[in-house]
């Protein structure tokens, strides 16, 4: 079966600029996350989507991070006014279930932001 | 604040012989942790893991210790192959009194070479 997408693979923006970050979970995964990883840094989390409830939006940086999740399936990304600072790997994961921490999580190849 | 560290940044070990891969944690809430590895352009695919009230967890090649005193766990693998040359992370979790949902805190992660 398919894993997790996302795309694009890489984005390269200029200061300033909005860019949008897709994911698409595996199929029937209920729970979904994103990360990102900064040069030489571990990989930071942002936001958790479960179901139908209410996001985890605890780790987005600042206010112009957002995300979104429609149907309980695909993910979109949004970084607005982009700052050089966001340079990073977004990736994304989903697991099965609740999202416990025995839960496995399955990620994405991430997309490669770079803003000059 | 870095909660959960990996110090070397790189390791390299002959094929055949123990990869030792190392993890400090800070945060005495993390009860739960696991080890990810992720080669180039891929995500990070979870290998094993441990709960707190385990000191040892072993899957074929792969073995995890806990040392919860020293707040300090280790990945070996033995032996070493090739093929497991890549980026490994560690990672915690803090299960937040029972409402943890896999928000995980992840190490820099180390580059492992295993040399044929």
């Known amino acids: 079966g398919a894993g997790v997408s996302q795309s694009p693979s890489n984005k390269v923006t200029e200061k300033g600029k909005d860019v949008e970050l897709r994911c698409d979970p595996i199929s029937g995964h209920t729970a979904l996350y994103w990360y990102r990883q900064s040069l030489g840094q571990g990989l930071e989390f942002l936001i958790y989507?479960?179901?139908?409830?209410?996001?985890?939006k605890s780790g987005l940086p600042s206010d112009r991070f957002s995300a979104e999740r429609t149907g309980g399936s695909v993910s979109t990304l949004t970084i607005q006014r982009t700052q050089q600072e966001d340079s990073a790997v977004y990736l994304c994961?989903?697991?099965?279930?609740?999202?416990?921490?025995?839960?496995?999580?399955?990620f994405g190849p991430g997309t490669r932001l770079t803003v000059l | 604040d870095q909660q959960v560290k990996q110090n070397s940044p790189s390791l390299s070990v002959q094929e055949g012989r123990i990869s030792i891969l190392n993890c400090d944690y800070t945060?005495?809430?993390?009860?739960?942790f696991l080890w990810y590895k992720k080669y180039p352009a891929e995500g990070p695919t979870f290998l094993i893991s441990?709960?707190?009230?385990?000191d040892k967890n072993e899957d074929g090649r792969f073995t995890v210790f806990l040392n919860k005193s020293a707040k300090h766990l280790s990945l070996h693998i033995v032996p070493s192959q090739p093929g497991d040359s890549a980026v490994y992370f560690c990672a915690a979790d803090d299960n937040a009194g029972g409402t943890s949902y896999g928000k995980l805190t992840f190490g820099q992660g180390t580059i492992l070479t295993v040399h044929p």
């Open positions: 945060n005495s809430m993390f009860d739960y």
């Open positions: 989507f479960q179901g139908n409830s209410a996001p985890d």
């Open positions: 441990i709960s707190s009230i385990k």
């Open positions: 994961a989903s697991s099965r279930t609740s999202g416990g921490p025995t839960d496995t999580q399955y």
